[in-house]
T-cell receptor
Framework: SAVISQKPSRDICQRGTSLTIQCQVDSQVTMMFWYRQQPGQSLTLIATANQGSEATYESGFVIDKFPISRPNLTFSTLTVSNMSPEDSSIYLC??????????FGSGTRLTVV | GENVEQHPSTLSVQEGDSAVIKCTYSDSASNYFPWYKQELGKGPQLIIDIRSNVGEKKDQRIAVTLNKTAKHFSLHITETQPEDSAVYFCAVLNTGGFKTIFGAGTRLFVKA
């Protein structure tokens, strides 16, 4: 399956600041997905990122808060902007690898203080 | 939209026993049903999946069954081992829509 490298693995940030999370895939993929996983909870899709076009955001998530870049077929970034403690979560990137099955990165554990 | 319910939220079994986790879904157009295992500090990992034209699929100690009429599917783990301890997520996808919906997760504890 695809190998996904996600950075940073964890961070503690001050409220009001921004954090950019990087996701590097070892193969070219069409779609990359960004998920949020709040403590002890399930996975919620933030947005889908296609190379060469703007990301598609799910209900409840907006580009100003979670800007996404997708400069090529192997890389994407998610920025969490103007952070508050409510943004403390695990953020995961994933790609479709087997037909419809996903491969996930190891996640970024974000704590906002 | 699609709604996925997963039960139980926590499951504790003795090593060697079987574990069963069940999910129900609402959209009859859903046609792909994967299961993911998430170990502590890691991202979810796809462990088995089933498509709507199949009723059962096995892979060693893991099996998934699907009842399309009743709109539910289950994960079966036999001869459980301590390394099976993790959080398991079911998921549902309508392959025409490209959006996977995840269940709430089941935390499985296998006691040695």
């Amino acid at each position: 399956s695809a190998v996904i490298s996600q950075k940073p693995s964890r961070d503690i940030c001050q409220r009001g600041t921004s954090l950019t999370i990087q996701c590097q895939v070892d193969s070219q993929v069409t779609m990359m997905f960004w998920y949020r996983q709040q403590p002890g909870q399930s996975l919620t899709l933030i947005a889908t990122a296609n190379q060469g076009s703007e990301a598609t955001y799910e209900s409840g998530f907006v580009i100003d808060k979670f800007p996404i870049s997708r400069p090529n077929l192997t890389f994407s970034t998610l920025t969490v902007s103007n952070m508050s403690p409510e943004d403390s979560s695990i953020y995961l990137c994933s790609v479709e690898w087997t037909a419809y099955g996903y491969t996930f990165g190891s996640g970024t554990r974000l704590t906002v203080v | 939209g699609e709604n996925v319910e997963q039960h139980p939220s926590t499951l504790s079994v003795q090593e060697g026993d079987s574990a069963v986790i069940k999910c129900t879904y609402s959209d009859s157009a859903s046609n792909y049903f994967p299961w993911y295992k998430q170990e502590l500090g890691k991202g979810p990992q796809l462990i088995i999946d089933i498509r709507s034209n199949v009723g059962e699929k096995k892979d060693q100690r893991i099996a998934v069954t699907l009842n399309k009429t009743a709109k539910h599917f289950s994960l079966h783990i036999t001869e459980t081992q301590p390394e099976d301890s993790a959080v398991y997520f079911c998921a549902v996808l309508n392959t025409g829509g490209f959006k996977t919906i995840f269940g709430a997760g089941t935390r499985l504890f296998v006691k040695a």
